[in-house]
């Protein structure tokens, strides 16, 4: 089995990169992974239009998520699909990170046709990977969620069209805490076994010691969440530079928690990690409405009125489905900042 990159491997690749900066990714016209993945749905012109957007701007790279049940339903028509997205990235000089399982939101994932949007509701039809149901399971249940990792990473394990793997976005979401700790551990298992050229990472995002120490401690390169401020985001840069590993912002910016393009790119580009902010095209995911909405639309909350009109505020999300910019100075200053730096 492979063991994890040396330091030196692991600032050795970083070095070989241009300053990383793009958006987690999905078609401004579907809802979920399922919707963007199966075959009835997958819609190349729109990631090409969409990808387009973001070349124009400078991304090098975006993060997109993959989901197992699309896998289970149509192994090689997904790996095409996967191959047709990687041609089509590779167009507009993006190399994209794959996320291969997921905590976050619904709890049930279905594969076929997906829900509607609910109006105004953050996210109301993103699906976990496998879903809380399977992950507390345990080993006994994971022999077709292997399968399914030693697959996808064995087919482009040498592909350099593919920046990284991102093996398990916050895991321990919906409250799941240490339970999702197993599943981290058997996912660095099984990718190892591959030995793939990409690194392999999991993210810290949120205070849980027995998750971060064991996701730092297996990442070859060091990812993170930070949705905070300019001051907290650097704060949390310096503690994490301790480690001696490249850093990779994978998620951040929300408006209307003080997480922004003008405060927060300066701070990645001088210290030079990358980032990759939340949503490049508003669409069916709902993702210029905050948090609260799907926490409110879960769990009602007789103080909080919800809004099926456009926030003054987005949340999250760079362009109108026409291309037109929400912010057009925040397009101007990635445009300008990327122009600066190595590409």
Avoid at 59 to 75: C, E, G, K, S
Avoid at 242 to 264: D, F, H, Y
Avoid at 279 to 287: I, P, Q
């Amino acid at each position: 089995m492979q063991t994890r990159w040396s330091i030196e491997k692991a600032n050795d690749w970083y070095s070989r990169q241009p300053w990383l900066v793009g958006c987690n990714f999905i078609p401004s016209n579907a809802i979920n992974q399922l919707e963007m993945w199966q075959a009835e749905t997958f819609d190349p012109l729109t990631i090409d239009r969409e990808l387009g957007w973001a070349e124009g701007i400078g991304f090098n790279t975006i993060r997109t998520y993959l989901h197992d049940l699309a896998w289970v339903i149509d192994i090689d028509g997904f790996k095409q699909r996967i191959d047709q997205f990687l041609r089509i990235a590779a167009r507009h000089r993006i190399r994209p990170i794959f996320v291969l399982f997921d905590d976050c939101w619904n709890t049930h994932p279905r594969a076929g046709k997906q829900p509607i949007p609910k109006p105004g509701v953050h996210n109301s039809g993103w699906v976990q990977s496998p879903g809380l149901e399977m992950v507390n399971r345990g080993p006994s249940a994971w022999g077709e969620l292997e399968k399914y990792v030693l697959d996808i990473i064995s087919t482009f394990a040498n592909d350099a069209r593919i920046l990284l793997w991102d093996l398990y976005n916050e895991p321990g979401n919906r409250l799941n805490g240490s339970k999702s700790l197993p599943l981290v551990e058997a996912v660095f298992n099984w990718a190892r076994l591959v030995r793939p050229s990409q690194p392999l990472s999991v993210g810290v995002w949120f205070k849980n010691k027995e998750l971060n120490d064991f996701q730092l401690g297996a990442s070859d390169i060091i990812t993170f969440h930070n949705y905070n401020t300019a001051a907290n985001l650097e704060h949390q840069i310096a503690e994490l530079k301790k480690l001696g590993r490249p850093l990779i912002c994978t998620e951040w910016m929300a408006r209307t928690r003080s997480s922004l393009v003008q405060t927060n790119l300066p701070v990645f580009a001088r210290e030079r990690v990358g980032c990759l902010n939340w949503g490049l095209v508003a669409g069916k995911t709902n993702t210029i409405y905050p948090w609260l909405t799907i926490l409110n639309d879960i769990i009602p909350m007789k103080w909080f009125r919800k809004s099926v009109s456009e926030p003054k505020v987005w949340f999250h999300d760079l362009f109108h489905a026409d291309g037109t910019p929400y912010d057009p100075l925040e397009i101007a200053l990635f445009q300008e900042y990327t122009q600066n730096q190595e590409r």
